[in-house]
């Protein structure tokens, strides 16, 4: 499998389970993407992310081969806003959108990584936002509410402006994620960001 099969192979996947995802944003996440057929911009840099135990757990051997062939040449996001401190503990990629490998005004499309035993600290942002969960079970917390478990296979998404959070315990996390509507990624803020 070369890295532009491996593309379509996460590509056809994600269409799969968008589409039957419980959430209004995965059918229209969907037909945005079905098009995407383009290849990658990938990086010569290799990045170097702990995903081996994510990977192995995924029942779907082709998406973990896919997914292998791809995440060594992805262009992680580590830092900046969306991280505290020094420690690599949550990274994601943006495969299509305004910021994207593949460049899209109306939508944004990505991975998300998040190593066992950390917290995502409660964030906001303007943009609807569907999860779906590849590997890992991790627990979400939507506004006050209490943490709830979300293993492999859940979809859900959050509404514009609520408060939510996300911590692991015993597995790291892997899952696909898009934003819809108020893409900028001005209206985003975290508690205890400076």
């Given at each position: 499998m070369n890295a532009q099969q491996a593309w379509q192979y996460l590509l056809q996947y994600t269409l799969v389970n968008f589409q039957a995802s419980h959430s209004e944003l995965g059918p229209k996440t969907a037909?945005?993407?079905?098009?995407?057929?383009?290849?990658?911009?990938l990086s010569n840099e290799p990045t170097c992310l702990p995903l081996t135990d994510?990977?192995?757990?995924?029942?779907?051997?082709q998406l973990?081969?896919?997914?292998?062939?791809?995440?060594?040449?992805?262009?992680?996001v580590t830092q900046g806003f969306?991280?505290?401190?020094?420690d690599i503990d949550r990274a994601y990629v943006e495969f299509v959108g305004p910021?994207?490998?593949i460049q899209h005004p109306d939508f944004r499309f990505g991975i998300y990584w998040q190593q066992a035993g950390s917290f995502y600290?409660?964030?906001?942002?303007?943009?609807?936002?569907?999860?779906?969960?590849?590997?890992?079970?991790?627990?979400w917390q939507r506004g006050q509410s209490e943490f709830l478990p979300q293993p492999p296979g859940s979809?859900?998404?959050h509404l514009d402006r609520l408060d939510h959070a996300?911590?692991?315990?015993?597995?790291?996390?892997?899952?696909l994620w898009a934003w819809h509507g108020d893409l900028g990624m001005e209206s985003y803020s975290m508690d205890g960001k400076d």
């Open positions: 037909n945005l993407l079905a098009p995407m057929v383009e290849p990658l911009d994510c990977l192995n757990s995924m029942p779907d051997q973990a081969q896919a997914l292998s062939m791809l995440a060594p040449q992805l262009p992680w969306f991280t505290i401190g020094n910021d994207g490998l600290p409660s964030h906001r942002h303007n943009a609807l936002e569907l999860y779906y969960i590849l590997a890992g079970t991790a627990q979809s859900f998404d996300t911590r692991t315990v015993d597995e790291d996390l892997l899952a």
